[in-house]
């Protein structure tokens, strides 16, 4: 596409967007005020459901997928202006949706004409929710120990067991699962990937309470669910391939995620200085929490750099495919590393989750403090990504190879 | 951000150069001469005939004007070999302290020599027992410059002096003096890394032999001229950890205890990769402080305190890692390991630690 098609496509998104998305939809997203679709979706206002309709309608929801399965059709470079043109206006996302982040890329590559047909346009209309079955409580950083078993009945597979840190599930229509189809070893060999009605018999769900006092992960049971042998995709056996993909887009998706994120109701910034004060020369009064935020910032900066540096490196040809294996463990140890300066520098205002006398804003900071040491442990522990790094990046030995 | 083909052109050729002609030894050979010599004249030599001295100065002053970034990987290339030479000293800091503070005719009448290599010079900033660049002690008076100068880079080889000190009207000035004035006494000193520093006494430089250097923009570009060197250093530094971790995950990869590579255990796999995400944080931030450069943006300050204090903590970390995991051969001076370490140290007071980077990007940030 040329610069003036794409100059030209700039402006008929800006008069679009002005035109469909009512200004309240232009505010900072809150989380109650997320849209997760489904089949029991709830609009937190009638604005929110007219954006919404608005974009589904015009295939917004999932720009760069095909129209024919319902999303916007659009280039890679048309995605990118609407999404400069609407981070611009502040536009909320329309619809928030682990179809869309994850199952939908997968499906994209590895399924089939009719399971894309199904499942694509459900996910980007809204009217399917769908929650990730992927750990289990014998299975995490070893994911390939997975013992939920699919047995072939000939004209559908039999499932039994359980997966864990199904995010939302109890609030999902939909769930796609690795199952174990056979014994065969390597472990990875005899998995398959299984999409599954939660509305079919046998599959029940429980939230799991959280250290944050919240309980966004869920463990969900197979006991006896019979699943059609068309919702297995790819191969049989070959779903380890499909989970990778998959998981590509989760850890992108992770990057990405952070203008989709509620703010915070203070900047450490800010909140370093209406809670700690500064002494006569301006600076934080506490050197401590002020030299330890210096090198925060810097290093939170750096990361900014560290993308920017594999940007233009992927530009011109220069790619180091080490770098994007630092992403994952240095993001998520900086983020905890923030909220632990956070909660510092809370003093007193830090040590309740649920205590009415602290504004709701500061509290929120402390359950997102509880909340956030999750994130050194799901989509891949540091410790596994020091593992990655290590033989991947630096090339170090595997203990296998025994000298 | 990241090198054109030109730039990457040029940083093979360093890096070819300096292996060939800058291995270690020669630095250790250097090192057990006399302080009096901090490098290698021939060596130095052939940097000129590289044309290294005009890599970083704009077109209409005769230069090569390469960009930052180019200036950064031949650093970078130095900081692999421990370099010894006046690439830092004179043509990134003393050179462009000279562009920044001096008027059109000043640089016209002084560039030249530096650019051929036929002199070199230095800036005698430091006094106290931290880099502190806003303050010194030394001022234009009656009875000429009197003070002493520490820390001067090379200072014992150079032919001009580029001296801070304060004018009669109490502002920051740069004096141009000669080495070879009566009144300036040198001392030659080596750091424990074989580079070669110099203690600048000035006993009474009278006003008539001083060149001060009057160009409009002269307490700003003193500035410039410091962030610049600082991020340079910087960006030697990040050579010289990428090399001292490379070195050691290699030794890691040979050494065999318990029948095994010691690579393959977990927990120095693990110091490895932690090692080597500092490496890349601090580079990204460098590589910024770099590209900052080339934009001439607002805010290289902040950005240049964020290279050093990244370098200083990264070099730090790696240096002290890689003794440790070379075992009982990290302590000794069989391997270049130990110098590594001690260049670290070294490093981290020139041109400010990390606790004055934190404070200055803290003040920089309104906090």
Known sequence: MSNEELDQFRAETTAWLTANCPPSQRQPIVREEQ??????????????????????????????????????????AQAKVLQQEMTKMGCRPPLY??????????????????????????????????????????????????KTKAEDRGDHFLVNGTKIWTTKADEADWIFCLVRTSDSTPKQAGISFLLIDMATEGVSTSPIPLISGESEFCQTFFDNVKVPKSNLVGELNGGWAVAKELLKHERKMMAAFDGMLEKPAMELLELAHYAVG?????????????????????????????????????????????????????????????????????????????DPSISEGLRKMVKQWAFNKALTIAGGTSEVQLNIIAKRALGMPSAEAKS | MILNEEQLMLKETVAQFFAERAPIDHLRKLGEGSPAVPYDQTLWSEMVALGLTGIAVPEEFEGLNFGWMAVGAIAQEAGRRLVASPFLSSVVFAQNVLINCGS????????????????????????????????????????????????????????????VAKRASGRLGVALISSSHVNVNIQAKRSMDLHGHARVILDG???????????????????????????????????????????????????????????????????????????????????????????????????????????????????????????????????????????????????????????????????
């Open chain 1, 97 to 146: 949706c682990q179809g869309l982040w994850m199952l939908g890329p997968a499906l994209l590559v590895y399924g089939n004409e009719p399971q894309k047909r199904e499942h694509l346009t459900a996910i980007c209309r809204g009217e399917i929710r769908w929650a990730q079955g992927y750990s289990e409580p014998s299975a995490g950083s070893d994911l390939a120990n997975l």
């Open chain 1, 278 to 354: 500064v002494d006569d020369s301006g600076a934080l009064a506490d050197g401590e929490l002020r030299a330890d935020m210096a090198r925060h910032l810097m290093r939170e900066k750096a990361m900014g750099q560290l993308g920017e540096r594999i940007y233009w490196q992927g530009k011109a040809k220069q790619a180091d495919h080490r770098l994007p294996l630092l992403m994952k463990h240095l993001g998520t140890s900086e983020a905890q590393t923030k909220d632990e300066l956070i909660l510092r520098a809370l003093g007193d205002e830090g040590v309740s989750m649920d």
């Open chain 2, 104 to 163: 059109r005719s000043q640089i016209e009448a002084h560039l030249p020599s530096l650019l051929s290599g036929e002199k070199t010079a230095s800036v005698a900033l430091d006094e106290g027992r931290f880099f502190s660049p806003e303050t010194t002690s030394i001022g234009e008076s009656n009875s000429g410059l009197r003070g002493v100068k520490t820390r001067v880079l090379n200072g014992q080889a150079s032919d001009i002096l580029f001296c």
């Open chain 2, 205 to 367: 430089v009278s006003d008539a032999d001083v060149e001060w250097l009057d160009g409009d923009t002269l307490e700003v570009g003193l500035t410039k001229s410091i962030d610049q060197t600082t991020i340079l250093l910087a960006a030697e530094m990040m050579g010289s950890a990428r090399e001292v971790l490379e070195r050691t995950v290699d030794y890691l990869g040979e050494r065999e205890q318990f029948d095994v590579k010691l690579g393959t255990f977990q927990a120095l796999q693990h110091r490895c990769a932690q090692m080597y995400c500092e490496l890349e944080l601090a580079e990204s931030a460098v590589s910024a402080a770099l590209t900052g450069l080339d934009h001439n943006a607002a805010g290289v300050s902040a950005l240049a305190s964020s290279a050093k204090a990244l370098a200083n903590d990264c070099f730090t970390l790696i240096s002290s890692e890689a003794v440790q995991l070379h075992g009982g051969m990290g302590v000794t001076e069989e391997m270049d390991i130990g110098l590594f370490l001690k260049r670290s140290r070294v490093c981290n007071q020139l041109f400010g630690s990390s606790t004055y980077h934190r404070d200055r990007f803290a003040r920089a940030n309104g906090f």
């Open chain 1, 35 to 76: 849209i997760w679709g489904g089949r029991r979706r709830v609009f937190p206002s009638k604005d929110a459901q007219k954006w919404f309709e608005a974009c589904r309608d015009k295939g917004y929801t999932a720009p760069e997928w095909p129209s024919e399965y319902g999303g916007g059709g659009l280039s890679p």
